[in-house]
């Protein structure tokens, strides 16, 4: 699929760029699909190498959280990070 503007919030923007900034997105694409180069592009204005994205996907219908960063923004084409995944137990 492609990314979505429904699924994305601001968490925390950086005053002046001096600090990275935080967003979160929600999607039922994969990780996969979103940490491919080009995915976040119609963003290229707005990401900044280094900013961090919080990202909620699905895989075969399981949600998962994943912390991905931005590692590139260049000519318009803004490539992340694989993602590190955030396990969680629920032994309840």
Same mark, same amino acid.
């Given at each position: ?42 963003? +290229?204005? &707005?990401?900044? /190498?280094? #900013?961090?994205?919080? !990202?909620? =996907? ?16 260049? +000519?318009? &084409?803004?490539? /992340?990070? #694989?993602?590190?995944? !955030?396990? =969680?137990?629920?032994?309840?």
């Amino acid at each position: 699929m492609a990314y979505s503007s429904t699924g994305w919030s601001t968490v925390s923007a950086s005053k002046a760029g001096n600090s990275v900034a935080l967003y979160a997105y929600s999607s039922a694409d994969t990780i996969g699909d979103i940490n491919t180069s080009g995915y976040f592009n119609t963003l +290229s204005d &707005v990401l900044n /190498v280094g #900013d961090i994205i919080f !990202v909620r =996907s699905s895989t075969g219908g399981t949600q998962a959280v994943s912390i991905c960063y931005v590692a590139s923004n260049a +000519s318009g &084409v803004v490539d /992340v990070t #694989d993602g590190l995944t !955030v396990t =969680s137990t629920d032994s309840d």
